[in-house]
Structure formats: structure tokens, C-alpha cells
């Protein structure tokens, strides 16, 4: 039997995304996101599930923070909705939007649970959109304005701010495959997006520290290894190469001050435009940098990604669950870059759930997920790399973007019928761990 202590002041958490729980799509003078014009599509979402109501988290914010304090919580990670706060993107200020996250804060720091608090997961106002979105350079300092409003209204009780969780999934999943709103399938837009992304970035780091001083100012990075299939050189090379032509597009700007050079060979002249001292912006120290993980890609030369890995488990996003890749992961990034102290901000997993009869939902497959990714996280801070904190994804079943509600990754039940909530036996153990702090295993 293995003991897995954690530090005493380990931040243990949950987080959550504003368009995939709060619902109340029009409410309170808020404005259109790209997200609802994209839900209300026609064919963009699997059954046409929107998030107008989702978990209706914006009517019942208490009962959900009362959950949270069941857990044990000693953190949430949360976003603005940008378009509730400014409905046009920029300018006029929808006092009624504001004041539902004055209140959401109040009652985060009630509970004693820390905020932490992400700026940007994906709704950009539509209205921006209309003027070219993130392939606009205005874009950018519209951000910065509404990040400034924001640490001004909540800075006083927020100290972590994330400016943009997971840039390379609005650049590449939203403006290249176009499976995520806007829509966009195009190469040149996708990676000028990307630029944008990191600008808009650089620009709100100094929003946060210009606006307050003593705060925390960092980005939330997806990072999925790419593992040889084999040693054989030919798939070694394969999976280096994939790493650094994927991987390397925001870690390298943010971390080294410069794009990567496979980034550079592979684009060529649809290298993005970017200006005289962008880079420097881009590069400013961070206070933290959080990592969501949720799988590897395993890379064979002669086929790219491998579907499936004989032996391997797969949840229901079709993504191989391999917990030793985030240990690999986080001891090869901390050799490679010079990194501020690393939060996991997103990690977890959809299976399939049923109520059982018993009125409880047996989980075990989640369960067993998230206490393998803590036990490697657990030995990743052994082996050096400075790990303050953990947050699952998800507290809450929610909407899962494309997938709709197809997809369940909840610590909590949620039937979006009657809005009830069932705590998970995830969720069960998972307070457990964070009352003993340590997996004994
Ligand atoms: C991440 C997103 C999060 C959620 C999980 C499953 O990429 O940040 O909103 O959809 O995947």
C-alpha cells in the first residue's frame, strides 16, 4: 500500500466554464455570444443542444456553491462571460451583468473557497465577431478594456486571473476546423487568431497589473503529449515533430519569447502578422501558468495518430486515458521551459452515467481516472516540477461545446430536466481526498 501526501496548503478545486453551466443566455440585458449564434445554428451541435439554459447556474449559483462546500472545495475556477458584462464588446457596461458576478464572487469568498478567475473560455461578443473577431487586431484591445473593467469591479476580492483558457482550441478547433464557434475553416485566419489570442494576452497581463497591483496574472494552456508508438526512430521522430508543430505554437511565445521554428517552416508566408514589440508583450513573466490534461496522441510514422492502443482504456470523447503521460509531461516541460508555478486547471473524464436505483450515481471509471492523474501528479511534484494545485473538470455535468449534453464529466449528477444535482460517487471520494489530503491506494 502507497500513501500520496500532498503539501498542506495544496489548493484542491473544481472548475467550470460561464456559456457551459450558466444558461440565462438573454437574461439581464446580456449580449449575443459567438457561441449562442453557433448553438442556434442549425446542425453545429449534436441534437441542437444549446446553452440557453445549460445547468441554469445563473438562477442557482447558491445551491451550487453549497455543493462545492459539501466537497470540501478550497477552490473554483469560473469565467465571465464577456458578453454579459459589456453586451456590445466593448463600451456600454450592462450594470445587471456585473452585478450577477458581484454577487457569484460574494458567495464564492462566503464559502471560503479562493476564486479563480478566467477571463475568456470561448464566448466572445458576437458583436465583435461582426467586426472580424479575433482575426482583427482590434480585438485584442477591446480585451484589454473589458479585462480592466473587470479587475476594477473584482479585484478587490479576486486575486487569480486567467486571461484565456486554452488558446489553441478557439484558434484551431473554432477558425481551422470549424467544429467549435465561430465556424471558421481557414488556415491563414486560424493562425492569425492564434497571434491575436496571445496578443490580446500580453495586453490583458498588463491590464490586470495595471489596473491592481499585488494580484496574479497567468493562462490556462491544453497540452497533450505526443508519444511514439514505438522506439523505432522513424515514429520517435514522428512524435517530436508533432509535439513541436502542435504543442509549441503558445508555450514557445509565452515561455522563449518567440515562435516556434517547425510553426515557422510549416506556414511560411501564412506566417500571422504581427507587429514591433508583440513578442515582448507575449513574453512577460506569469504568476502561474494552469494546465488542463486530459490524454496523449500516440504517433506512428507511417499513420500519424493512433485510433486505438490495444489494451488501452478510452472514455467517451474517444480520448485514451494514460494518467504516467501527465507525469512525462509536466517533468518534460519543466526541463524545457523556465516555468512560474503550475496549477492543473482542467482534468477529467465523460463516461457514461446512470442513476442507479439506489438514487446514486456509481461512477468507478471516473473515479478511477482522477485517482491515477493525482497519484502521477502527486510523483511529477516529487520529481521536482512545482505543482500549487488541482482542479477537476467537471463540478457539474454541463454542455460540452460540440457534444452538447451527449457528454457527462460532472463531480455532480446533473438532470437538466429538473435541474437536480446527485453528487457522484466521484465527487464522494474526491471530498474524501481533499479532507485527508493525501491517496492511499
Ligand atoms: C476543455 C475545455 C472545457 C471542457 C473540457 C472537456 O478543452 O476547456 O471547457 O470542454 O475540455
Not at 478557439?170 to 487568431?193: S, W
Not at 512525462?328 to 486547471?345: A, G, M
Not at 446533473?414 to 435541474?419: A, G, H, W
Amino acid at each position: 500500500m502507497s500513501t500520496y501526501k500532498f503539501p498542506h496548503n495544496f489548493l484542491w478545486g473544481a472548475a467550470t466554464a460561464a456559456y457551459q453551466i450558466e444558461g440565462a443566455w438573454n437574461k439581464d440585458g446580456k449580449g449575443e455570444s459567438v457561441w449562442d449564434r453557433f448553438s442556434h445554428t442549425s446542425g453545429k451541435t449534436t441534437n441542437g443542444d444549446t446553452g440557453d439554459v445549460a445547468c441554469d447556474h445563473y438562477h442557482r449559483f447558491e445551491e451550487d456553491i453549497a455543493i462545492m462546500r459539501q466537497l470540501g472545495l478550497k477552490a473554483y475556477r469560473f469565467s465571465i462571460s464577456w458578453p454579459r458584462v459589456l453586451p456590445g464588446g466593448r463600451g456600454r457596461i450592462n450594470a445587471r451583468g456585473l452585478d450577477f458576478y458581484d454577487r457569484l464572487v460574494d458567495a464564492i469568498c462566503a464559502a471560503n473557497l479562493e476564486p479563480l478567475l478566467t477571463l475568456h473560455h470561448w464566448d466572445l461578443p458576437q458583436v465583435l465577431q461582426d467586426q472580424g473577431g479575433w482575426d482583427n487586431r482590434d480585438t485584442a484591445y477591446a480585451f484589454a478594456d473589458y479585462t480592466a473593467l473587470m479587475v476594477k469591479r473584482l479585484g478587490d476580492r479576486v486575486r487569480s486571473w486567467t486571461t484565456f483558457n486554452e488558446p489553441s482550441v478557439i484558434a484551431f478547433i473554432g477558425h481551422l476546423t470549424g467544429e467549435h464557434a465561430p465556424g471558421i475553416k481557414d488556415v491563414r485566419i486560424a493562425y492569425q487568431t492564434a497571434h491575436h489570442l496571445m496578443l490580446a494576452h500580453g495586453l490583458g497581463v498588463q491590464a490586470i497589473r495595471g489596473a491592481k497591483s499585488g494580484l496574479e496574472a497567468g493562462i490556462v494552456l491544453t497540452l497533450w503529449p505526443h508519444e511514439p508508438a514505438s522506439d523505432s526512430p522513424e515514429d520517435v521522430s514522428a512524435a517530436a515533430e508533432a509535439w513541436d508543430r502542435n504543442e509549441t505554437v503558445f508555450l514557445d511565445p509565452i515561455f522563449k519569447g518567440h515562435y516556434p521554428t517547425a510553426m515557422i517552416d510549416f506556414l511560411g508566408e501564412k506566417m500571422p502578422r504581427t507587429k514591433d514589440g508583440d513578442l515582448a508583450l507575449i513574453s512577460q513573466e506569469l504568476d502561474f501558468l494552469g494546465i488542463n490534461f486530459y490524454s496523449r496522441h500516440v504517433v506512428k510514422a507511417s499513420q500519424g495518430n493512433v485510433k486505438t492502443i490495444p489494451g488501452s482504456e478510452y472514455t467517451e470523447m474517444g480520448w485514451e486515458v494514460c494518467a504516467p503521460a501527465l507525469r512525462r509531461l509536466l517533468v518534460r516541460i519543466n526541463s524545457e521551459y523556465r516555468l512560474p508555478p503550475i496549477y492543473i486547471t482542467e482534468n477529467g473524464s465523460a463516461f457514461k452515467d446512470e442513476i442507479s436505483p439506489d438514487g446514486k450515481v456509481h461512477d468507478s471509471r471516473r473515479l478511477e481516472y482522477f485517482k491515477q492523474h493525482l497519484i502521477q501528479l502527486r510523483l511529477a511534484m516529487q520529481d521536482g516540477v512545482d505543482v500549487r494545485g488541482y482542479m477537476a473538470w467537471s463540478l457539474l455535468d454541463n454542455f460540452e461545446w460540440g457534444y452538447g449534453f451527449s457528454k457527462r464529466f460532472g463531480l455532480v449528477h446533473v438532470d437538466y430536466e429538473s435541474q437536480k444535482r446527485i453528487i457522484k460517487d466521484s465527487g464522494e471520494w474526491y471530498a474524501k481526498i481533499i479532507l485527508a489530503n493525501q491517496i492511499v491506494e
